[in-house]
């Protein structure tokens, strides 16, 4: 297994006028070729902000990133030059949004959109980006190829423009392609869809795959490892079966009891995680759970746990199990 | 059972006229095209669908929000459905809502204390000391103890401003809660506790509630009887166990089906739908779901299936249901 | 395409009636008449003679109708101050200076602007931003009188490197243009600023650069272009609202241009002129409307094209 995408201690923080915003407080992730990450988190937990900083679409003030190292396919990110980055970003890793609605620019054709990182990075002519389109946008099961290349975006529904998403950041074959809740603004059963479709693009181009989502059943569905995050910091690592059956983490525990679930007994009260998630400007001193946890005690309230690994791949942040 | 609530072949067309006025071109979008339902007392409807179903517009129209075109809303046998705005006044004290957005229900220029306090004020009820008396019960009640009277919605987190909205919601003491969406905006950490606020406060006060949402997984933990709607129409209807059991409409099926569940040893023969729902398929008389129905067979475009009886208080309509087991 | 533009002028032609309408009993109502006797005293009969010379002593509904009529035939009578001449020839000796120098002066502040907008919103809260933010609202605020004075005494007098009046050679020009273009210049940098800012922060920008697309290209291809949109909303219409502007310059500096005759036309209740000129800026307001609209339509394909949501 290559080792594709490495990052130890990434750190963003924001700076405004009332105080720094702590976004990412020391994240340590890594993706190997092929291989399917899962990070979860609710808002506020610092994983957008950790896609975006891995693609290094964060604006350098107000944003500062800080890393031990950040390496993509052996390129040093954080040293690397504009022209590296810009030759990077599209063609080796993509990324898809969350907001199908606002991701398109309105002015331009489908067409002309999906055209731009083919002729940019792949040097197609005009006629063979669009020759190429016209496949992706098949592959991405829209129906009317052609006619949606000469569209524009508000012409489709949600579910479309995301497809085209789709195809646009795999139009190069990156090898990474990562997924910020890519399917929260959909409605279930197009979710379903877009879902299946990203799976089956992942095995047919042997892409790693990033998906970032709230959704725990999404992670299930389509993720080997999972990253849980609160508060700016990675609070447990396991590979997906792991994480379900045996949670380590007081958090993920907590998370897995209060989902609702469709297929629960309603009879059985849900149990309902006290508090609110935590605001980055002031984030709580110690772990960034021990306010809503059950578990803590004063050593949670002053100190950040150290990382426990545990057999298996697996590491939890907790003072409860070292 | 007494029915609180009764509809009746509910409708509401939103019509828009566009080009100039000797050859205007009129569009008619059928958001709610023939719903009935009745809803007990005590008793919890789940409204579910996805975007564009008409379960939020039904939502408005219950408490006269919006006009119906046509159809009819019993209250306690009381039509609604075309009265005047001042008579009612006192039937809205009965009928409160809840919104999904906990950001833009809340006035930002209103304390916490004042918002709660406002339908006594529109009513006309109790006086100024009573009302901050009052007031500081409800937000207790929701779980906002101690000093939030004076504190403003912005300093409050989503879930908590969600709180508020349902305090408010209560303080004409009503009868029929009509929440649109309440957690669709809320974190995953945050949706079990509304969830909890709202069961409570429903069996505390023995309220009646609509509960519209396209969260599935809330809706089981929320509803006795579930309304399935599709384009405007009602496509299943039943007990809430009976449906998530044993969904009998395809549409049903393929909702629950998509759902990925928080367990990735499960397997389930899962059924998938392809194609989006358009208002255009929604014709007059065939059934909505067609184009993208795994079951379609003769007859199913000839004519709207009508609300069969496939159990005790268990509806379905289609012509081809399923009878296999869901979850 | 072709239908849309008919039905535009033909609702031209209708204002150009409501608007004459208007104007006509407007200027019939105030008092006083252009041939008061507080200077000059006239023998009723007298008065009499003038009054049927210039039609003045019909009722008013025949002196309205009797003038669209020769309107239409583009005759808009004699002008009471200059009864040398026609209306038109009027017009026609004052419209090219007032043109040269609204046209010029937008010609030279309008792009100027829109430079200076786009330089700050790139580099917000820089240096160049709080110079073009600070350059702009005096250019809004300080009345453009104030300016010509400024610009005659520094260049005129202190200087002495420019001529401070008249209008025979193009080197006259310089300083009234500059005064012109002052105005167009402060308009344009703030909305073309506001407008750009606001692009900047749609979230398809992001997307555009996880594209790897380089920063010249989003600027230019994407950027520009979708903040166009709202800029030609204001455009043309702010064009026209600085013609009214150029009374003043024209008077600071000597230019004979139209500007003057349009406060002179109401005071002396010269209703020929003061109509025609009425008429022209109606034109001109209308024709810049209909401008607006069509490059609206080209640029903003959710106009042309109807959409789902």
């Known amino acids: ?322 | 059972m007494n029915a609180v609530l009764s509809v009746r072949e509910l409708k509401k067309y939103f019509i828009s006229r566009s080009g100039p006025f000797w050859k205007p071109k009129i569009r008619t979008v059928k958001a709610v095209d023939g719903v009935s339902f009745d809803l007990g007392e005590n008793e919890t409807l789940g409204l579910v669908g996805e975007s564009g179903c008409g379960k939020s517009t039904t939502g408005s129209l219950l408490v006269r929000l919006l006009d119906p075109t046509s159809g009819s809303i019993l209250y306690r046998g009381t039509e609604l459905a075309g009265m005047p705005e001042n008579e009612l006044a006192p039937i809205r004290k009965k009928m409160q809502m809840i919104f999904q957005d906990p950001y833009a229900s809340l006035d930002p220029m209103m304390t916490l204390g004042a918002v709660v306090a406002e339908p006594w004020d529109i009513h006309g009820l109790y006086g100024t000391k009573e009302r901050r008396v009052e007031a500081e019960k409800l937000l207790a009640l929701v779980g906002l103890e101690g000093d939030y009277a004076k504190r403003y919605p912005h300093e409050l987190s989503g879930g908590q401003r969600q709180r508020v909205a349902i305090a408010r919601s209560l303080a004409l003491d009503p009868e029929i809660l009509i929440a649109d969406e309440p957690t669709s905006a809320l974190d995953v950490s945050v949706k079990a506790q509304i969830i909890n606020l709202l069961r409570d406060i429903r069996d505390r006060r023995g309220l009646s509630m609509i509960f519209v949402s396209h969260d599935l997984g809330v809706v089981r933990h929320v509803s006795d009887r579930i309304v399935v709607m599709y384009l405007g129409r009602v496509m299943e209807e039943g007990l809430s166990k009976d449906i998530f059991a044993r969904p009998r409409h395809p549409y049903t099926r393929a909702l629950l089906d998509a759902i990925p569940l928080p367990d990735p040893s499960r397997i389930r023969e899962r059924k998938r739908i392809r194609g989006e729902a358009s208002l255009k398929d929604a014709l007059a008389d065939a059934c909505p779901f067609l184009p993208r129905c795994p079951n379609k067979g003769a007859g199913c475009d000839s004519q709207r299936p009508p609300l069969a009886e496939l159990g005790p208080g268990h509806r379905c309509a289609c012509l081809y249901p399923d009878t296999k087991e869901a979850f | 395409m072709l239908g849309y533009i008919l039905k535009r002028v033909v609702s031209l032609l209708v204002t150009f009636i409501v608007v004459s309408l208007i104007i006509f009993s407007l200027m019939r109502v105030i008092p006083g008449g252009p041939f008061d006797e507080d200077k000059m005293p006239l023998s009723p009969a007298a008065k009499a003679k003038i009054m049927a010379q210039y039609g003045l002593d019909k009722p008013p509904a025949i002196q309205y109708l009797r003038y669209m009529a020769s309107a239409l035939r583009f005759d808009f009578g004699i002008p009471y101050q200059s009864p040398g001449e026609t209306v038109v020839q009027l017009l026609g000796r004052a419209w090219p200076p007032s043109l040269i120098l609204g046209g010029l002066g937008m010609l030279i502040g309008t792009p100027l602007g829109m430079l200076l907008g786009i330089m700050a919103a790139l580099r917000r809260n820089r240096p160049i931003d709080y110079f073009a933010s600070g350059l702009s609202t005096l250019g809004m605020t300080v009345p453009v009188y104030v300016i010509s004075l400024m610009l005659m005494l520094v260049f005129g007098v202190w200087l002495k490197w420019l001529p401070t009046s008249g209008w025979g050679t193009p080197v006259n020009w310089i300083l009234p243009v500059t005064a012109y273009a002052v105005t167009p210049l402060a308009i344009f940098a703030r909305y073309t600023r506001s407008a750009v800012l606001d692009t900047l922060n749609k979230p398809f920008v992001t997307v555009l650069y996880a594209k790897g697309l380089p920063f010249r290209l989003i600027l230019f291809k994407h950027i520009l272009r979708n903040a166009a949109i709202p800029m030609i909303t204001v455009f043309f219409p702010v064009l026209i609202g600085i013609t009214t502007g150029s009374i003043f310059v024209e008077q600071m500096f000597r230019v004979p241009g139209l500007g003057s005759y349009f406060v002179t036309s109401i005071q002396k209740r010269d209703y020929p002129l003061e109509m025609a000129l009425i008429l022209l800026l109606t034109l001109m307001v209308g024709v810049a409307y209909i401008i607006t609209d069509l490059a609206y339509y080209f640029l903003n394909p959710r106009t042309r094209v109807k959409g789902t949501e």
């Not at chain 1, 291989?35 to 902000?49: A, D, F, M, R």
């Not at chain 1, 998370?255 to 709580?284: E, F, M, Q, T």
């Open chain 1, 1 to 322: 297994m290559t080792r594709l995408l490495e990052a130890e201690d990434l750190r963003v923080s924001f700076r405004h006028k009332e105080g720094d915003a702590l976004a990412v407080r020391g994240v340590d992730l890594h993706v190997d070729e092929g291989e399917s990450l899962g990070i979860v988190g609710e808002s506020g937990s610092g994983k957008s902000v950790t896609s975006l900083a891995l693609m290094g679409l964060l604006q350098s003030p107000p944003a500062e990133i800080r890393a031990d190292v950040l390496t993509y396919d052996r390129i040093d990110l954080a040293r690397a030059s504009k022209r590296v980055l810009q030759d990077l970003r599209g063609k080796g890793m993509a990324m898809v949004f969350q907001e199908p609605m606002t991701s398109l620019d309105p002015v331009f054709t489908v067409g002309n959109q999906l055209a731009e990182p083919l002729m940019l990075h792949l040097g197609m002519s005009k006629r063979q980006a669009n020759t190429r389109s016209a496949e992706l946008l098949a592959r991405v099961e829209i129906p009317d190829p052609a006619g949606v290349l000469g569209s524009y975006p508000h012409q489709l529904s949600g579910g479309m423009r995301q497809r085209v998403m789709i195809a646009m950041a795999i139009s190069c074959k990156p090898k990474l392609l990562i997924a910020d809740e890519p399917t929260t603004a959909l409605d279930v059963t197009i979710q379903a869809q877009v879902l299946e479709l990203i799976k089956d693009l992942q095995k047919e181009n042997g892409m790693a795959l990033v998906m970032i989502t709230h959704d725990m059943g999404v992670i299930a569905e389509t993720t080997d490892r999972v990253a849980v995050m609160y508060g700016g910091l990675i609070m447990e690592t396991a590979g997906v079966r792991d994480l379900f059956a045996n949670p380590l983490h007081p958090y993920t525990k907590a998370l897995l009891a209060s989902i609702p679930r469709p297929d629960a007994d309603p009879a059985k009260r849900l149990y309902a995680i006290p508090g609110a998630s935590p605001n980055p400007v002031n984030p709580p001193s110690g772990c960034p759970f021990h306010p809503r946890c059950e578990l803590s005690d004063a050593r949670c309230a002053s100190d950040l746990p150290g990382k426990t690994i545990t057999g298996g791949n697996r590491m939890a942040r907790c003072w409860r199990l070292s």
